[in-house]
Structure formats: structure tokens, C-alpha cells
């Protein structure tokens, strides 16, 4: 079996070259510690949410919401991410709602009745955060007139800066490389609100990787965030530090999506 390797989170095509920086990096740290099969190169074409993770995934990242639940016990996470981006604080992150800077909306009750653009409906910062800060104020009733699934989130934020649609929602990582790589494109747009936190998302390895190997991958992690040698690819992809986060923590997403039903919004809609 051929395993692979992916970045597919934060994957702009203008960051191909971070992404395989960091991969680089981290490949020579699993080969020095003995570990054969591991990918010389990324699998880019990867998607962000994935019909599964199959047994030949032998590192990726995936969004923490559906690890909760479409993915429940495919995968085994290896450590989370710190960021060095607005919205962040240690290995947690947050949605932000994103409008038209032309918007003449100023709070999330505004957007009641328009348009409002959705990555994925597995999605964490796309879905899940945003139906719990609109369950508080969304009086158990469809809040938008029309909600469209479109598979990107910086395709997403494209489509806002051209005023296609009245509001998306994307994480605050997202949208600080987008504005760093679409600086022309990041002038048309602003942000509205925040969505409640989260813990970030976790770098992972299907559930079938040998013990013995997830513990090489998570060393390997772990030296990769705090060796010196390796601060340019961590800088790259914005990265401070790599931590263990509590599993409790990731389940607490679905305290989110429980609360949203309670208040009669179980759905983004």
C-alpha cells in the first residue's frame, strides 16, 4: 500500500511552495528516525473534506468537527497547531463571518433574508461555529433566503469580493493567508463578527497507522516545532508551536452543534 501525505486545509495554490517546505522538513525528521514509506512529495489534489480516511492516509489534516462525526474513529490525531493569525489564541481558532466592504450590513442580524455562501456542510468554521452563533438570534426559523454549498472556502471569499453574495463564513486561518496571497482581492472585503472559538485543526494519520509509527509522526511533530533549524518552515505556514489538545476539547464541537438544536437551529439554513 502506497501511503500518502497532504496539506489540504490551507492550500491555496500560491502556498504550494510553504506546504512543501513544511513536508520537506517533516519528511527528513521521519526518515533520520528510520521511517520507511513515508512520501517524498504532498498529495495536493487531496480535498479538505474527503469521502473518508482510508488506511493509506499516513498524515493530513482534517477539520476537527467532522473527525467528531462523519470521521469518528477513521483517524488518530498527532498534535494541534498554533497560528500566528488574528483570532487565534494557542491551538484554538474561530470563524469569521465575511461580507462585501460595499455591505451595508454592520452585525450578524442584518443578514437575515440574503445570501449566504457555504464551503461544506461537514465544514467546522463554515458550518458548525456559524450555526451556533446564528442559533442565538435566529429565533428557531431559517435565517437566510438562499444558503449555497460550494466546496472552497477561499473560493468563497473570491466570490465575496466581487459582491456575489451577501455573507460567507470561513476560519481565521483561511482568511489570513488569503489576504496575505489576494491582497487586491482582500481590499473588497471586511469582516462582520466572530463565531464562537474552537481548538484548531489537528495534524492526523488514519486510525490503521501502527502505534509504533504514530509515535515516530508525533516526535517528529515535536521537534519540527520547537528545533530552530526548522523556523522558516514553520513560518511559512504561520506556525508558532504544534500541541496536544485534549480529545475532550474537540468534543465539546459537539456541545455546539447540541446547543444550536436546542435553540431550534439545527441546521445552517
Same mark, same amino acid.
Given at each position: 500500500?502506497?501511503?500518502?501525505?497532504?496539506?489540504?486545509m490551507?492550500?491555496?495554490?500560491?502556498?504550494r511552495?510553504?506546504?512543501?517546505q513544511?513536508?520537506?522538513?517533516?519528511?527528513?525528521?521521519?526518515?533520520?528516525?528510520g521511517l520507511?514509506g513515508?512520501?517524498?512529495?504532498?498529495?495536493?489534489d487531496?480535498?479538505?473534506?474527503p469521502?473518508r480516511?482510508?488506511?493509506?492516509?499516513?498524515?493530513s489534516?482534517?477539520c476537527g468537527?467532522?473527525l467528531?462525526?462523519?470521521?469518528?474513529?477513521?483517524a488518530?490525531?498527532?498534535?494541534?497547531?498554533?497560528?500566528d493569525?488574528p483570532?487565534?489564541d494557542?491551538?484554538?481558532?474561530c470563524?469569521?463571518f465575511?461580507v462585501p466592504?460595499?455591505?451595508?450590513?454592520?452585525?450578524?442580524?442584518?443578514l437575515?433574508?440574503s445570501? *449566504?455562501l457555504?464551503?461544506?456542510?461537514?465544514s467546522?468554521?463554515?458550518? /458548525? &461555529?456559524? $450555526?451556533? !452563533?446564528? @442559533?442565538?438570534? %435566529?429565533d428557531?426559523?431559517?435565517? *437566510?433566503?438562499r444558503v449555497?454549498?460550494?466546496?472552497s472556502?477561499?473560493? /468563497? &471569499?473570491? $466570490?465575496? !469580493?466581487? @459582491?456575489?453574495a %451577501?455573507?460567507?463564513a470561513v476560519?481565521?486561518?483561511?482568511?489570513?493567508?488569503?489576504c496575505?496571497?489576494?491582497p487586491?482581492a482582500? $481590499?473588497?472585503?471586511?469582516?462582520?463578527?466572530?463565531?464562537?472559538?474552537?481548538?484548531?485543526?489537528?495534524f492526523?494519520?488514519?486510525?490503521?497507522?501502527p502505534?509504533?509509527?504514530?509515535?515516530?509522526?508525533?516526535?517528529?511533530?515535536r521537534?519540527?516545532a520547537?528545533?530552530?533549524?526548522?523556523?522558516?518552515?514553520?513560518r511559512?505556514l504561520?506556525?508558532?508551536?504544534?500541541?496536544?489538545?485534549?480529545a475532550?476539547?474537540?468534543?465539546g464541537l459537539?456541545?455546539?452543534?447540541?446547543?444550536a438544536?436546542?435553540?431550534?437551529?439545527?441546521a445552517?439554513?
Amino acid at each position: 500500500m502506497t501511503r500518502t501525505a497532504s496539506l489540504p486545509m490551507y492550500n491555496l495554490p500560491e502556498m504550494r511552495p510553504v506546504n512543501a517546505q513544511f513536508w520537506e522538513a517533516l519528511h527528513g525528521l521521519l526518515v533520520g528516525a528510520g521511517l520507511g514509506g513515508a512520501p517524498e512529495t504532498l498529495h495536493f489534489d487531496r480535498l479538505p473534506v474527503p469521502e473518508r480516511i482510508g488506511p493509506e492516509v499516513l498524515f493530513s489534516q482534517v477539520c476537527g468537527y467532522p473527525l467528531e462525526t462523519i470521521f469518528s474513529g477513521q483517524a488518530v490525531r498527532l498534535g494541534t497547531p498554533c497560528y500566528d493569525a488574528p483570532g487565534c489564541d494557542g491551538p484554538s481558532h474561530c470563524g469569521l463571518f465575511v461580507v462585501p466592504a460595499g455591505s451595508k450590513m454592520q452585525e450578524l442580524r442584518d443578514l437575515r433574508g440574503s445570501t *449566504f455562501l457555504l464551503n461544506h456542510r461537514h465544514s467546522n468554521s463554515g458550518m /458548525n &461555529l456559524p $450555526r451556533r !452563533a446564528l @442559533a442565538d438570534i %435566529a429565533d428557531g426559523h431559517p435565517f *437566510f433566503a438562499r444558503v449555497i454549498e460550494t466546496g472552497s472556502h477561499p473560493g /468563497n &471569499l473570491d $466570490r465575496i !469580493a466581487r @459582491a456575489e453574495a %451577501a455573507a460567507t463564513a470561513v476560519d481565521n486561518v483561511t482568511y489570513a493567508f488569503w489576504c496575505h496571497y489576494r491582497p487586491e482581492a482582500a $481590499r473588497h472585503v471586511r469582516v462582520l463578527a466572530r463565531t464562537p472559538p474552537s481548538p484548531a485543526i489537528p495534524f492526523v494519520t488514519s486510525n490503521a497507522t501502527p502505534a509504533a509509527t504514530v509515535e515516530v509522526l508525533r516526535t517528529a511533530l515535536r521537534e519540527l516545532a520547537h528545533n530552530p533549524g526548522y523556523v522558516k518552515a514553520r513560518r511559512g505556514l504561520l506556525m508558532t508551536d504544534i500541541v496536544d489538545v485534549p480529545a475532550s476539547a474537540y468534543r465539546g464541537l459537539l456541545d455546539y452543534e447540541r446547543e444550536a438544536a436546542q435553540l431550534g437551529y439545527p441546521a445552517l439554513a
